[in-house]
């Protein structure tokens, strides 16, 4: 009994010690693909062809996720505002909850399942099939001609996803509530501008997905450049990036909330 | 005299994965070029040869020269700089399978010179030719062949007529005419260009005829070398058993195990 006591202890123990070895290796590849951005910002086109990839093939789901988001929560929002007489408050609502929150955690969860996986699976493929040993032996850096641009361009995307998704989840909340409900327009608007403070709000919820854009695209090019070159490797990877993402965005939320709002 | 045309000097060469040796005290000369091939079972240790003459991992011991530098003892830049003149294709191509045909040899060009497009544009043209794929070069890798794709990795690995090529098992699950196409590409480039060519491989008859010089590593050493002739002839029990394919001999079928009867846990323990 002891014995298998002990065997358990020193389980969880090879396991602690793995996972900070692995955590100090990942920081180490992250700073590597920082040092070597060089050949990115000066060969620009490479990071323009990523951001297609990245960035406009996640359009689809941002919007269309963003324009439900906006639409129940215009819903939801009436629902309890109207209890309360304040109807009208339906806008602020809407948008200070997707402009502070939902827009940068939302965005930042479907762009880690959209984005994030496919840049590990096309990492860890490039990396089984011998593409990236290729492009070393024809002295070639593969961190900066394949990870860098990519990572680059998901810092880029993110930002710009997030505030994509924000209007659209307004545009939705206005769907729902003006044309449908029937809320007065000018109501919804003004007091949406008046209660939605642009250093406050927008700026925060900006430098929020710009903190998730760095997260979720530094998990997803370590996962990918680290995976084992074997089929069940580059799914393990995958999986680990949605995973690993998902717990950051949402721990990391949590972080910058406590900062920018509380002033902790 | 011989020196001057030595292209790659391997001595007492070591390598070890953890405690594991791999490579024990290996020694090679390759000239200009020579075909040479590197036979060996699978798991022998050739491809980590390779990755050593490509400065891809460090040895633990010994050194591998080429063209008188020694390549663990460079550093990344000139490493970079050495691999510039070194060609490498790779078990199954390794072609970039988010570039076309066209841009996965135009590649290096781009990468490592300024020439103007219209340049490149020939340039690759002319390197497909030399493999007789000019006409696919608006294909993707995904609509290759095996043997087609070699083809592609081979010319991509000559962009920059390299000094020295090493080609990873270039005759692995090809159907016997790709087999020979890759085999007379190999020996009629490495004329052409004066190069040298390094083939690691376990094809014992299609290397042979190609060839100017065979090594056979068997665990970690070089068990036996030669020109072809002297191969084919040749009485070591190693190498007669490997060049006819012979199930028994030196090599054995078996993986090491206890008794089988112990297996099948059919011998009595003495008690």
Redesign the interface.
């Known amino acids: 009994m002891p014995k298998r006591i002990i065997a358990g202890i020193q389980k969880v123990g090879h396991r602690t010690i793995e996972g900070i070895r692995r955590l100090g290796h990942a920081t180490l590849f992250f700073l590597l693909v920082l040092l070597k951005s060089g050949t990115s910002l000066r060969r620009f086109n490479l990071v323009v062809r990523e951001l297609y990839y990245v960035g406009v093939l996640s359009l689809i789901i941002i919007v269309v996720s963003g324009l439900f988001v906006g639409m129940v929560l215009g819903l939801q929002g009436y629902e309890t505002l109207q209890k309360y007489g304040s109807e009208s408050a339906v806008g602020t609502l809407v948008a200070l909850s997707l402009v502070r929150e939902l827009g940068p955690v939302v965005a930042a969860l479907l762009f880690a399942s959209r984005a994030g996986s496919a840049i590990t699976a096309e990492i860890g493929?490039?990396k089984a099939?011998?593409?990236l040993?290729?492009?070393?032996?024809?002295?070639?850096?593969p961190v900066a001609?394949v990870v860098a641009p990519r990572f680059w361009a998901g810092v880029i995307s993110m930002p710009l996803l997030a505030a994509i998704f924000s209007v659209m989840g307004i545009f939705g909340g206005y769907l729902v509530a003006v044309v449908f409900i029937g809320v007065d327009a000018g109501s919804f608007w003004s007091q949406m501008q008046s209660n939605v403070d642009f250093r406050i709000d927008i700026l925060n919820g900006f430098i929020k997905s710009c903190f998730f854009g760095v997260a979720v695209t530094a998990i997803a090019v370590f996962e990918g450049y680290d995976s084992p070159p074997t089929a069940e490797g580059v799914s393990g990877a995958t999986t680990r990036t949605v995973v690993t993402s998902s717990l950051v965005i949402l721990g990391l939320d949590f972080i910058l909330t406590a900062f920018m709002f509380r002033g902790l | 005299m011989m020196t001057a045309e030595t292209l790659v000097e391997i001595s007492d060469l070591n390598f070890s994965y953890d405690t594991r040796a791999i490579l024990n005290g290996v020694n090679m000369t390759m000239k200009r070029g020579q075909v040479i091939a590197i036979m060996g079972g699978s798991g022998s240790g050739k491809t980590t040869l390779l990755k050593l003459i490509?400065g891809?991992v460090t040895p633990s011991s010994g050194y591998v020269k080429v063209s008188g530098q020694v390549i663990h003892e460079l550093n990344r830049d000139a490493l970079?700089?050495m691999?510039?003149k070194?060609?490498?294709l790779?078990?199954?191509g390794?072609?970039?399978?988010d570039l076309s045909v066209f841009d996965n040899v135009a590649?290096?060009m781009r990468?490592?010179s300024d020439l103007p497009e219209s340049m490149i544009r020939d340039l690759v043209l002319m390197k497909l030719h030399a493999v007789g794929l000019r006409g696919a070069h608006r294909l993707m890798p995904a609509q290759l062949s095996g043997g087609m794709s070699r083809r592609v990795?081979l010319a991509r690995?000559i962009a920059l007529d390299p000094m020295l090529m090493m080609f990873d098992e270039p005759f692995t699950g090809l159907d016997p005419i790709s087999l020979s196409v890759i085999g007379s590409l190999i020996r009629r480039l490495t004329d052409a260009l004066e190069m040298t060519s390094i083939i690691v491989t376990h094809d014992v008859q299609e290397s042979l005829s190609i060839v100017d010089y065979v090594y056979f590593i068997a665990d970690g050493v070089i068990a036996a070398h030669g020109t072809p002739e002297e191969v084919k002839v040749s009485k070591a029990p190693f190498v007669h058993q490997f060049v006819h394919g012979e199930t028994d001999g030196p090599v054995p079928f078996h993986y090491p195990a206890q008794t089988y009867l112990k297996d099948l846990q059919l011998e009595k323990t003495v008690a």
Do not use: I
């Open positions: 493929l490039m099939t011998e593409q040993s290729a492009m070393g032996m024809m002295a070639v850096d001609r | 490509g891809e970079f700089a691999r510039r070194m060609g490498m790779f078990q199954f390794a072609l970039f399978t590649f290096q990468e490592h990795a690995s």
